[in-house]
């Protein structure tokens, strides 16, 4: 079992920029992959960034492509989120999920374990 739990969420006016991070126990973080995915209310969970075992490969949604930068220590356990030039359409939940299958993607349905988030709110 693998425990993840996110923090660093918060208020943050558009234009501004937030950190997230996942801090994960329980078993060896090294060896999953790494996602962010989020969920505004009324809409489905959407997928944010994802992250290789190795860090060395990412792929973002197009909606985020060049403002959020995902990022890993393994040494620390933990998977990051930096969120630049943020927008009122960012505000959700955000989540970070662990895929011990190497091979989930952009599905949420295929990651393993989940935290139970941390909630973004831009304000105009």
């Known amino acids: 079992q693998l425990q993840l739990v996110e923090s660093g969420g918060g208020l943050v006016q558009a234009g501004g920029s937030l950190r997230l991070a996942c801090a994960a126990s329980?078993?060896?973080?090294?060896?999953?992959?790494m996602g962010w995915f989020r969920q505004a209310p009324g809409k489905e969970r959407e997928f944010v960034a994802r992250?290789?075992?190795?860090?060395?490969?990412?792929n973002y949604a197009d909606s985020v492509k060049g403002r959020f930068t995902i990022s890993r220590d393994n040494a620390k356990s933990t998977v990051y989120l930096q969120m630049n030039s943020l927008k009122r359409e960012d505000t959700a939940l955000y989540y970070c999920?662990?895929?011990?299958?190497?091979?989930?993607?952009?599905?949420?349905?295929?990651?393993?374990?989940w935290g139970p988030g941390t909630q973004v709110t831009v304000s105009s």
């Open positions: 992250i290789t075992w190795t860090g060395t490969s990412t």
């Open positions: 999920a662990a895929d011990r299958t190497l091979v989930a993607g952009t599905n949420p349905n295929r990651y393993d374990y």
């Open positions: 329980g078993r060896t973080f090294g060896r999953y992959a």
